[in-house]
C-alpha cells in the first residue's frame, strides 16, 4: 500500500515506525477537533438539555 514491502532492516523499521507516528498525530488532532465541534452537544443531549 505504501511500498514498504520493499523496504528491508532498519529503513523498513523506521518507515514504518513513521508511518505509525504520523497516523497517530493525525487521529489525535482529528478526534481532538471532533471533541471539541461536537463533544458540548453531544453532552447536552445525553443530559437531556436539548
Known amino acids: 500500500m505504501f511500498g514498504l514491502e520493499s523496504a ?3 529503513v ?4 514504518v ?3 505509525v507516528l504520523l497516523e497517530a ?3 489525535y488532532v ?3 477537533l471532533l ?3 461536537f ?3 453531544l453532552v447536552d443531549a445525553v443530559r ?3
Not at 523498513?12 to 518507515?15: E, S
Request: charged letters at 15%.
Open 8 to 10: 528491508t532492516g532498519v
Open 12 to 15: 523498513g523499521a523506521l518507515l
Open 17 to 19: 515506525i513513521g508511518i
Open 25 to 27: 498525530i493525525v487521529l
Open 30 to 32: 482529528g478526534y481532538g
Open 35 to 37: 471533541e471539541k465541534l
Open 39 to 41: 463533544g458540548p452537544a
Open 48 to 50: 437531556g438539555e436539548r
